[in-house]
């Protein structure tokens, strides 16, 4: 019997879906932000719902922008740091190829990276994946790596990770519930933060789209193209190994 299992991908995500996850469910109206009134499509009993329209579109759109990313091999970090999140964070990390957040922001990780992580190891891959041997002694004065893309799944807990965000111009997405600043983010999700059902399926979705960003540079690989622009210091090394891309 063929299976009927289908990923959560954002061609997928249906007003239904999002309705089953309680991505409706907003704060009380004491507590909401004025900066969400636009995703507000009204108040029962003393809640926000949040309109699902808005919320699909916004996803979708937000998809759209991890596929980009992904595709020209940008890292994309996920955060989310709530009981109950760290399954979502990872599985969408590896669906991605990204990587991913379930413990506490350290402060200064982007702003005064190469201090605080200084210490880390990296590696030099090719297009296709492949571990590059004989660049381990040539990294120890390369720069800390940054993210490309940061994705949020609860900002209220993560303000300072994206104020150096915007600081460095890293921009970011987020689950954004009617009690949070939807500017604090680059492309806010409005949906239900406090629904695990509902930020997992959130984080399923641009996992997805990650993914499929992935494929497509993969595919492009094969047929001789490449979708970014190497590190000009890499690129120096690479011309002695390589001859240049």
Known sequence: MPSTYQPTTPQNVTLELLLAAQSHLGHATSLWHPGNQRYIFGIRQGIHIISLDVTATYLRRAAKVVTEVCERAGLVLFVGNRPGQRSCVVEAARLAGGCHLFDRWIPGAITNGQQILGGCSMK??????RDLPGFKDKLHDQAVLKP???????PLENYVLL?????????????VDTDCNPAWVTYPIPANDDSLRCVGLIAKVLG?????????RRAFAEEGKVTYTPDKKLQEMLKGERGGF
């Open 208 to 216: 997805h789209a990650g993914e499929h960003g992935q494929k497509r």
């Open 163 to 175: 104020h150096e965000c915007r600081s460095n111009t890293i921009p970011t997405i987020g689950v």
């Open 148 to 154: 490309d893309l940061v994705v949020c799944l609860n």
């Open 124 to 129: 030099v891959v090719d297009e296709f994946d």
